[in-house]
């Protein structure tokens, strides 16, 4: 990828393909910085001015680095990105199957522990957790590169070695964290049906989905007895004769509900 947008269409003139590969990319990059098109080489040259009689293997790891100094916030604030959405994202499993009594316990964590030392019974979400601090870290080494980058003086940048080391480290954090992170916790991550369902028949926030058939007055009554006695929203609706016990059921199935539109 560093190679292809560096390399021009135009045949340069040079012999050797690694040679081609490694200083076309220095030339192409010093022309773009130069403001000029990339394959200008009667302005910068892969030969008379980026190879001047260097070894071939001289021009790889410097190609490389030019490359890599030049991408690496931008790598580095992507890999940022991605750690905070997975971090959310983490933190919302571990929420859905907070419990199991006095928690949400929407979801049931695959048992990847003994169990709690000071709760018997308790499912940890170790492996979420896992997840969050490898991203957290991903998170501080952006600082890291970040700063490196910034340092860097005219062609030179001392900071090449640290940049290198906490960008290639986020790239294994992150990979081996979304690796236990699928193979521990989603493959085996199971639904609490009931728990839900419970959840689904105590809300009073469905007679949101009555509005368009009984109106908003009527709603609004029947949420705040709803809320006031404790009764399920569904017997209210019946007790008070707004719509037949078979239009109340259509209307707030749980598919009706859920996707866009008007439920019923």
């Known amino acids: 990828m560093i190679y292809d947008m560096y390399i021009s ?11 081609v590969s490694g200083f076309e990319v220095l030339c192409n990059r010093a022309l773009e910085l130069a403001g000029q ?14 190879n001047m009689a260097q070894s071939t293997n001289d021009s790889f790891p410097t190609a490389i680095k030019v490359c890599l100094s030049y991408k690496a916030k931008k790598l580095t604030a992507a890999l940022k990105t991605t750690a905070l959405v997975l971090i959310k994202m983490a933190n ?8 199991p009594r006095c928690g949400l316990n929407e979801l049931k964590l695959p048992k990847r522990q003994p169990g709690s030392s000071i709760m018997p ?16 870290q991903v998170i ?25 080391f906490n960008l290639f480290n986020s790239f294994k954090y992150m990979t081996n ?15 609490n049906r009931e728990q839900c369902q419970e959840w689904l028949d105590k809300s009073v926030g469905v007679v949101t989905a009555m509005l368009p058939h009984i109106g908003y007055e009527n709603a609004a009554m029947i949420a705040k007895e709803a809320y006031n ?25 749980l598919r009706q509900m859920t996707p866009p539109g008007i439920a019923g």
Not at 232 to 244: A, D
């Open 9 to 19: 269409t135009e045949k340069p003139e040079t012999t050797g393909i690694a040679v």
């Open 37 to 50: 098109p990339k394959g200008r080489y009667d302005i910068i040259s892969p030969n008379n001015h980026a």
């Open 177 to 191: 964290a979304l690796d236990t992170f699928v193979d521990k916790l989603l493959t085996g991550l199971e639904p």
């Open 229 to 253: 006695t404790g009764k399920p929203v569904r017997e209210v609706i019946l007790e008070k004769n707004l719509v037949s016990r078979s239009d109340m059921e259509r209307i707030l199935a």
């Open 121 to 136: 019974g308790k499912v940890n979400p170790v492996i979420a957790e896992v997840l969050d601090q490898a991203c957290y």
């Open 140 to 164: 501080a080494n952006d600082m890291v590169v970040s700063l490196g980058v910034e340092n860097g003086q005219f062609e030179l940048n001392v900071m090449e070695p640290v940049i290198s």
């Open 92 to 99: 919302d499993f571990r929420l859905m199957a907070s419990g």
